[in-house]
């Protein structure tokens, strides 16, 4: 059973009735996922690291496309970790914090295994990640404001929206990059747990203009993100 109290505790986040902790508690989250320092919770499923690229016989263009479809998964995985973060920041009810709190952990492992595949790629993450994080806490918070079904609502469909960019990008992936594949499929796999969880829980559909907005939002960050 989960306690509803102010003393909610999940992965090192302690729910405080201070509003100033709980805002300087999600500023230090917010460090360790930009700054590269956060750690994931389980292994990379691509398994043990490679000694070069060359390795995995990627021609230097296939390498390159690589490296830009995994840091937009990247980016995706920054949004929806401060999407959650910025959601139950403001979510009073404690069941809720906790499906949106495990979401966030698993984004995380997300953004560590891709991360670590950009730099076996010889590359780096996008430049406006502090940006990308800003607008999607701010968006979470916002979004908390519309009631539990429809806070739901979004993490079931931002979900929805990133297995169909996942599948894409494993038609995309070369052949070759077995473990980008690997990355993104468990990627995928987590994405669909989340958001039959945020549907078991009640998740109410949203209106087809936020569906359009946020497809919308989301084409400009990943033609952005490939490059930037």
């Not at 996922?33 to 990379?44: C, F, I, K, M, T």
């Not at 995994?70 to 499906?99: K, S, T």
């Not at 929206?161 to 070369?174: A, I, M, N, S």
Request: proline share 6%; aromatic share 6%; charged share 25%.
């Amino acid at each position: 059973m989960i306690e509803h109290s102010s003393n909610y505790r999940h992965s090192g986040f302690v729910r405080r009735s201070n509003p100033l902790e709980d805002i300087l508690a999600e500023v230090g989250k917010a460090l360790q996922v930009l700054d590269g320092s956060a750690q994931a919770g389980r292994p990379n499923p691509a398994g043990p690291k490679p000694l070069n690229a060359a390795e995995e016989n990627l021609s230097p263009a296939e390498q390159r496309h690589s490296a830009g479809l995994m840091r937009v998964n990247h980016v995706g995985e920054i949004c929806a970790q401060a999407l959650y973060r910025g959601q139950a920041l403001f979510c009073r009810d404690a069941a809720i914090r906790q499906v949106l709190y495990k979401a966030a952990d698993e984004e995380v492992d997300h953004l560590v295994w891709c991360n670590e595949r950009l730099q076996e790629l010889n590359s780096r993450p996008s430049l406006l990640n502090p940006l990308w994080y800003l607008g999607s806490f701010s968006l979470g918070a916002v979004a908390s404001r519309a009631g539990i079904p429809y806070n739901l609502g979004f993490m079931a469909e931002t979900e929805r929206q990133v297995e169909q960019h996942l599948d894409d990008h494993l038609e995309q992936l070369p052949p070759q990059d077995a473990r980008s594949r690997r990355i993104v499929e468990q990627m995928r796999d987590d994405e669909i747990q989340h958001r039959t969880t945020a549907e078991r829980h009640g998740a109410a559909p949203l209106p087809g203009p936020v569906k359009l907005a946020m497809r919308l939002m989301s084409k400009v960050m990943t033609t952005t993100a490939y490059r930037i």
